[in-house]
Nanobody
């Protein structure tokens, strides 16, 4: 059974940093591209960043480019999102997702498995 579990969320002041982690089990991790998505109250889910199976290709939403860094450790079946210079508008539930085939994608329908999310709240 595949499980995707996020951790590392919390409450932080504007300008601060957080590091999210996502551990996947029950699948061959390096067969999958990984993505981070977020959803704020009253808003649609949006892509934050994605990374290909090997970690050699990454992509970021304009709103986080230059502030967030996605990475993965295939030996540990773990995905990371380092978030720096956080802003109140980054407040959302953050979701990790795994997409078979290995290529980075912004389309949520390309992802097969999703975690339950971890809450990030940035105070002003």
């Amino acid at each position: 059974q595949v499980q995707v579990v996020e951790s590392g969320g919390g409450l932080v002041q504007a300008g601060g940093s957080l590091r999210l982690s996502c551990t996947a089990s029950g699948l061959t991790f390096d067969d999958y591209a990984m993505g981070w998505f977020r959803q704020a109250p009253g808003k649609e889910r949006e892509v934050v960043s994605c990374i290909n199976w090997s970690g050699t290709s990454t992509s970021y939403a304009d709103s986080v480019n230059g502030r967030f860094t996605i990475s993965r450790d295939n030996a540990k079946n773990t995905l990371y999102l380092q978030m720096n210079s956080l802003k109140p508008e980054d407040t959302a539930m953050y979701y990790c997702a795994a997409g078979y085939g290995g290529s980075c994608s912004y389309a949520d329908y390309e992802y097969n498995y999703w975690g339950q999310g971890t809450q990030v709240t940035v105070s002003s």
